[in-house]
């Protein structure tokens, strides 16, 4: 697109003068204020360049901006080159105000056919204020996926080790594997070398992931002899994918010399954690279709942070689920099979078989617009057990429990047109009834999650017995779109409380489920626009006085800044805590992002 142009049919040379723009057939844009096209030599010679980069190979987000100017280009088939040039990746800001960084080079060369940008005298700067010099530099251009070369490099401190600093060198052996090598270097210290290795087979990939070190250089009561080392794997398989049947392996392995050897030396990347105190071994198997699931996990646990008996623990469960349709008249029947052998802290042990029958009958609506079913549960336990609390310890043990429940609820709607909103009120109520007695429950907690289910404890082996009724509604408030369909959520308010025939001192107090009457649990949703969304749930105490539990959350989103704090509060027989919570996230561009988060124990000020 020009103003005017001359065309020299002799020569084959373009000139315009102007406002020049070109666009190529990858959709970036070029502007000028001068050209000269050489079609001969295919070659293009401009001033006054501003490009702005729009294909999709090179955009990593719709929210970067890729662009450069210089005074001059010089382009042609291998090679581009830009006198006194600036480059950015950054998203445009108003007001033409200087992006976050920029890269200005006394010359920037790109070499097409090594897809390479080489820079001379270059200066990298952050809100325009100059913090990097080099007289050479170069970098992948944005077309390239993968290249081996240094990475960022980065610096650390601390009490134990001093001050130091890692390099890491991404090697790209193949386009199916590569090689993280990261020695992090220490004044003081020996060197720890960190390697992460990657490979992805045809339905398989793989992630090997070790490090080691001699040790400490000076010895003490804390800084002891010997070297230190971790070896972390995970292997995926898939043998099925398929539509309606799906079949994996995972195998992980993970193993430290040292219990503090993670947190002393920083270590963390895509298995390993300076945090991570439980170390796994473990075997995976799924195998799932339209109505069967089968799952075995057999696995090793130590916790590095206790000692002796306390440490280890070894697991394998077993779940095996099928799904029944009878027909229209009988519903649906869920079986499943859970067989858990676990031996802990050296001699205790647990060996138990769970089934569960889970029925739910077709659902009906009748005249009044009332929506119910039936639902049952039949559990039947087998275990035996040595040396534990929960359990009876002699010989071979056989429970069975079981629930039956009605539950029903009535959709009562409003559509305001004229106000583009749509409200909904559904009355709900269970009643439930399980017979006989039944074993002590430790935990759990009652919320408006669980309070309609026939198991609301959630536990593996046992069934709250007991006759009892949850009521409780749901509020809604949906925008209401073009042609009266129904959008996003807006509003929405929840509670219910379970009514018990008597008290059941089996049941732990946490849940408020061994009284009459349980504490009142709810939720609140309220997005206030499209930035700020607010929740709350709670529970009052039967008196409908008291305030047991309190989480309050809201999240702010800006841009590409999000915001969130939270509180939580645990009184009386739920817990004892109270502590706030918030953090935010900012998004420098498409590969740095800032994160921030922060807790504070407000009954302890810690």
Not at 155 to 181: C, H
Not at 517 to 533: A, E, H, L, T
Not at 573 to 582: A, F, P, S, T
Request: hydrophobic share 35%; with cysteine; glycine share 4%.
């Amino acid at each position: 697109f020009v103003d005017m142009f001359n065309y020299s049919i002799l020569t084959g040379i373009f000139f315009s003068k102007g406002n020049i723009e070109i666009k190529d057939k990858n959709n970036n844009n070029y502007n000028f204020s001068e050209i000269y096209i050489d079609e001969n030599k295919k070659k293009i010679i401009g001033s006054d360049v501003k490009a702005f980069l729009n294909q999709p190979s090179i955009l990593a987000n719709a929210g970067n901006n890729p662009r450069f100017f210089a005074n001059t280009m010089s382009s042609s088939e291998k090679i581009n080159t830009f006198e006194k040039g600036v480059f950015t990746y950054c998203k445009k800001r108003g007001n033409d105000k200087c992006p976050p960084w920029t890269l200005q080079s006394k010359k920037i060369k790109h070499d097409l056919a090594k897809k390479t940008i080489y820079y001379d005298n270059v200066v990298l700067k952050v809100y325009d204020f100059p913090i990097f010099f080099s007289p050479k530099f170069s970098h992948p251009d944005p077309t390239v996926k993968r290249r081996s070369g240094l990475l960022a490099p980065s610096l650390s401190n601390s009490t134990t080790l001093g001050s130091g600093f890692e390099v890491p060198y991404y090697w790209n052996i193949a386009k199916d594997r590569d090689l993280t090598l990261t020695p992090k270097l220490y004044f003081n210290e020996n060197p720890l070398l960190l390697a992460e290795y990657r490979q992805d087979f045809i339905n398989s990939f793989l992630i090997v992931d070790a490090g080691y070190t001699q040790g400490y250089k000076t010895k003490s009561v804390k800084k002891t002899n010997g070297g230190r080392a971790h070896f972390f794997s995970k292997f995926n398989i898939n043998f099925l994918d398929e539509k309606e049947k799906k079949s994996t392996l995972d195998v992980n392995i993970e193993k430290v010399s040292n219990d503090t050897y993670l947190k002393v030396y920083d270590v963390k990347n895509s298995l390993a954690d300076k945090d991570k105190t439980i170390l796994e071994n473990s075997i995976d198997f799924t195998f799932i279709n339209k109505d069967f699931y089968l799952g075995i996990k057999p696995s090793a646990h130590e916790d590095t942070s206790k000692l002796g008996n306390l440490r280890h623990e070894y697991l394998l469960p077993l779940t095996v689920e099928k799904n029944i349709m009878f027909n229209e008249k009988y519903g649906l029947l869920d079986l499943s099979s859970n067989l858990r052998i676990r031996n802990y802290q050296t001699n205790k042990k647990a060996n138990i078989l769970v089934n569960d029958f889970n029925w739910k009958s077709i659902k009906s609506l009748n005249s009044f617009g009332v929506e119910s079913y039936f639902e049952g549960l039949v559990k039947t336990v087998n275990y035996k057990a040595e040396n534990t609390d929960k359990y009876k310890n002699e010989n071979s043990n056989a429970e069975a429990n079981a629930a039956l429940g009605y539950f029903a609820k009535l959709g009562l709607y409003k559509n305001d047109i004229a106000n583009n909103n749509f409200y909904t009120l559904t009355p709900k109520f269970l009643l439930r009834y399980a017979p006989g007695h039944m074993r002590k429950i430790d935990g759990g907690r009652l919320n408006y999650g669980n309070v309609f289910n026939l198991n609301k404890t959630n536990e593996f082996d046992v069934i709250e017995s007991g006759l009892s009724s949850s009521i409780g509604f749901e509020y809604k408030k949906n925008k209401l779109e073009k042609n009266n369909v129904i959008g996003d959520e807006t509003f929405s308010f929840a509670a219910a409380q379970v009514i018990s025939e008597k008290e059941n001192m089996d049941i732990s107090s946490r849940t408020s489920l061994e009284q009459r009457f349980s504490d009142v649990v709810g939720v609140v949703d309220y997005k206030i626009n499209d930035k700020m969304d607010l929740s709350y749930n709670f529970s009052i105490d039967q008196n409908y006085k008291d305030l047991n539990y309190n989480e309050i959350r809201s999240d702010f989103k800006f841009d590409d800044t999000k915001f969130n704090i939270s509180y939580l509060q645990e009184k009386k027989h739920i817990g004892d805590q109270e502590q706030v919570k918030y953090g935010f996230d900012f998004k420098i561009n498409n590969s740095s992002e800032l994160s921030f988060k922060s807790k504070r124990n407000l009954l302890t000020s810690s």
